[in-house]
């Protein structure tokens, strides 16, 4: 089971530090990296699943239309891309129910899935499952069965496979991200930073050996002209600029080389009665 998603926000997301009110003095890159997404997913026939964040809805409710026009699953990403474990559930839930309203008027659906920004959903954090629950929310893709990530990590999730999380009385069925074993670590290689780190050979390679993979990626990972954040820590700015050269030309090959489908399309092949269930 190969599925392909991609959060749609701006390129200058990847900073978890600077204040929301200054974003709008960021060069605007969406529309033209989002394309890039488009065409090379209708060249291909592939529909994917695009978790949008709330703030890019509202600013640009052209980009979010376009993208459900050509018949690709509308997601939740958050409203204003803030890590979860920075939040408490009042504002986290405000937060997703803003999200929410804002984009299922613009494409006159409900919305049942959800992605926390940097998967960051963690062990502290299980308030988060029950509030989208109770919000609607029927899949989520937020959990990163590792502690090897900067933001996120819920390494006692186990086996990285579609699972349904259980929360006083609450269920919701979980696809999380898939990792490799790499020199003694849970890495993922699937996305982000580690998609246009590692070279295509090893990607296509783990890929191929997984029975389950989760890819995901933004549009700036495929804007290679993108402005240079100077505010980002030395490693930060690494991981969020390395690899954009020969980024694009991967993609291709990955939706070349894989059957891949949406999440919507994943649950339907899951058989959920075998899955394994996680009390928390």
Known sequence: MNILTFDIEEWFHCDFISDSSTWQNYEV?????TDKILQALDNRNLKSTFFVLGWITEKYPEVVKKIHAEGHEIACHSYIHELVHRMNPD???????????ITEDIIGEKIKIYRAPAFSITEQTPWAFEILAELGIEYDCSVL?????????????GECLPSIIEVNGYRIKEFPINTVSLMGKQMIFSGGGFFRLFP??????WAKESNYVMSYFHPRDFDYEQPMLPQLPLMRKFKSYVGLKNSYPKLIKWVTDFELMSVGEAAKKTDWSKAKIISL
């Open 145 to 157: 069965p590792s502690s090897s990530h900067d933001y996120g990590g819920f390494p006692s999730f």
């Open 200 to 205: 295509y050979f090893l990607i296509h390679k």
């Open 29 to 33: 890159r969406i529309h033209n990296a």
């Open 91 to 101: 504002s986290f839930r405000k937060d997703t129910e803003h999200a929410l309203k």
